[in-house]
């Protein structure tokens, strides 16, 4: 990561009008922040905060009511930027009549690519998304997972230096999930710059270098994720086989230097990390069932057929 | 469709367009500045530059991969939205239309003329909705269903998206109208009956310029009037002076083929009812060449030139040229111009007439120094007569007298009026009279040397034909599209192909116009204005142009609402008065924006050239096929860069 600004928003506002000309809604209120080279960039916020808004801003969907953006050097508005920008929607919005291999080709065509780079890059894309065996059906007929997955690889067609991603998880099961985490950081390792938004916090939190908050299109907070959830206050010790005497001899040491002791317990793994374990070892031991308690099975049971009974 | 259509003439179209262009644009650039203002404050004229700047530039750069790119991208969707069902109607309602469309007891050319109308009526109807209802709905599908914010993510400029588009629509509708146009030819050629099948040929007319003589031997526009609310057709009354005279330009031998073949389609007006009715009506036609007519036909524009005509008709040029001396003296003494209009009418007549009897000279007299005499003094007192100057048109006119007089010999000879009687033949009513000459042209009487058409009677490739009345008391019924030339036959494919052809350019222009409306109007919005458009530029473009060109007395706005107050019709003059002038003062503004409208509105009429090929006939390039292309060419520029700034200047994902 460099200091060199890839995306420059400066006092950017939005309102939404209707017809007549009269206020909406305010969507951003004197938005400034830079993202700089080769980071992966996180913009947080609830349903409504103005996320998608400034990513719209900043592909020329919407024009500012008032600032200046200025992405790869260039204004929102010139078309000629988009050629170092991919970009994946919240929604995949692309031609549901085309198959996977029509679909990149034709972005590829919008591209200026030639025909073999085309080619190329469209197998390699769909290699790395895993579509190889639905390459040829519509995307009509993809479930929502296929349809995001596409809608990566048109958004890399073009290898692009900046990638805005619009809730690049939504949609995606665990292993989808964190194969989309993966991409982001290797992505991320090629140089590429990355902005993403999203509200799902453990995903921003897992690949992000920097994030913004906004809310009610203000940017509330914005910096280094680990400094940002870094608490000063509080210190975290992490040890293996501590005995009920160390414990002791710790909340000594602890209680002699007035610190107050808040908990002491097992760590525990985050539930992201439960369910690829789970799976992982599903597929090294095929077969193996979770069992309920029989006690527990017996009250189930039991409950049962009263129910049945009556 | 219009009777008679006038050949196309690009520059004063081109100088049309460009007016009707410049005036859009100024308006459309008035307003965006206003906009820009009102939206930007100081910033805003700046801004309206930028955009304006960023839009020539779009244009400039636009990408032909990426234009093909969104091109076939419309066209699979097209395609996939099964479009092709719109063919498979086609062939259904053609299986079956042969059942009830088989007449034999009907007239060959009628029978071919039904199954013409219906094959190209029915290919329009199924074809124009298509393209309408897909170029409509294709651009406001696509950004409901967002999938052209994807699009415009990549480095795609508007430009390519509008023209992407509108290729795509036409290549679909080129596909489907192409093979409906193959059916439909295979169709009419197997449903014509056998011995009608000798009919099913398009006819190539050479029309030309008329004009008549009255029943008194004067020069007249039109003829008379026989009581018909419709007066397409002008009459002459048999056995007078009265004449209809055609003058048709490029005959020669070599585009003929030794032979003239003259077709006509006159009507009678009886006045003898009884028996006669039942009889056909003699006509005869007089070629001549009327070199000497021509050479006279300026100087009888004004009184002042009447004593040098009269010498001029009996061949006596030294007493032209002491009368055009005198005249020239005259001139020179007078204090003030001679009226515009006088000099404007001899210059244009004396052009026309003396370029057409001198310019032929100078390639078939090459060796002789006259010809090219007489045309530098004719373009001379031409300039001069515009002019207006008195000493340069007294200097002119002494130099053609001049002319005149130093080669009287030659002129007698050559300068004649040659006019031969052919034998008078009967007219068949509602049907054509076909008459074949053969060159060699039959003595007029015996001993008389016999003439060659082409070599005696066509003079620089223009042939005057008269048409007279032989029945006392009866009248002929003519229009200029009722007599002309006919060429050698063409194939029946040529007409249709060309029927065809019209069809297309017609869907394209509904194309371009359906996709400009789609990019700032929703998919049905944009439909009816396409459709209404339609309407218009087909029902009440000749009403609008009556309405523009003055032809329609009290035509203004105002001034009509005050004749239905007051009960007085369009034929009622009204008093001179100051509320008079008000009125007219205000309807004036307002004819100028329906000047512009008329002009905005496409016509739709110039594409019906169904009834050139059903009655027979090959479709002219001059004045139906070039009028067609360059209708839809004048509308496919200004649509896109209309388009373009639409789906520009909008937000796609405005809420």
Redesign the interface.
Known sequence: MSDESVIQIRNLSKI?RDFWGRK??QALNSLSLDVHKGEIFGLLGPNGSGKTTTL?LL?????PTSGEITILGQPA?N??K??R?G?L?E????????NAE?TLD??G????MPAAERKKRAAELIDMVELKDASRRQLKEYSKGMTRRIGLA?ALI?DPDLILLDEPTSGLDPIGTRKMKDLILKLRDQGKTIVMCSHLLADVQDVCDRIAILYAGELKVMGRVDELLTEQEETQLLTSHLDDAALAEIKEVLAKHDANLVSVKHPTADLEELFLRTVRESKERPGHRHVSEPSAVAATASDSTKEADS | MSFDRLPFEFLPAFGQWLLVVGVLSALAAGLSLVFAVVLHGAAGPAVAWRVACEGVTDFVRMSPRRIWALTVLTMKESLRRRVLLIFIVFVVLFMFAGWFMGDSDMRPDLQIRNLVSFVLRAISWLILPLVLLLSCWGLPEDIRARSLHTVVTKPVRRSEIVLGRIFGFVLVGSGVLLAMGVVGYVWIVRQVPEKAQSQLVSRVPVLGEMSFLDSNGNPSNKGINVGDMWEYRSYIEGLTAARAIWTFDGVDAARLGDKLTLESNFEAFRTHKGKDMDQSLLVQYIFVKDLKQRIVRPFKTSADFQLAASHMEAGDYAKVATELDVIADGIGKLKVKVPKESRQRFADVLEREYTSVFEPFTQTHSSAKWPAEFQARTRELVAATRAGNQKPLAKALRALGKAFKSHAAVLKKEIVDVSVEMSPFEIAEFKGNKQVFKRKLPPASIGAPQLDLFDDLVHGGRLRVEVRGLERGQYLGMARPDLFIRLPDRPFLSGFSKAILANWLMMVLITVIGVTASCFLKGPIAAVLTFSLIIMGTVFHDFMDRLVHDKVPGAGAVESVFRIGTHKNQSVKLDDSIGKSIMQAIDKPLLAALWLVFHVIPNFNPYEVTGWVANGFDVPWSSAMMTCLFNTLAYFLPCSVLGYFMLRLRELESK
């Open positions: 939404y909406k809604v719209k592909l020329g969907l919407l024009f508005s078309v000629e988009n050629e920008i970009y929607p929604e995949s919005y692309l031609y549901r009549f085309l029509e034709f972005y065509r919008l591209f200026d048109q073009n």
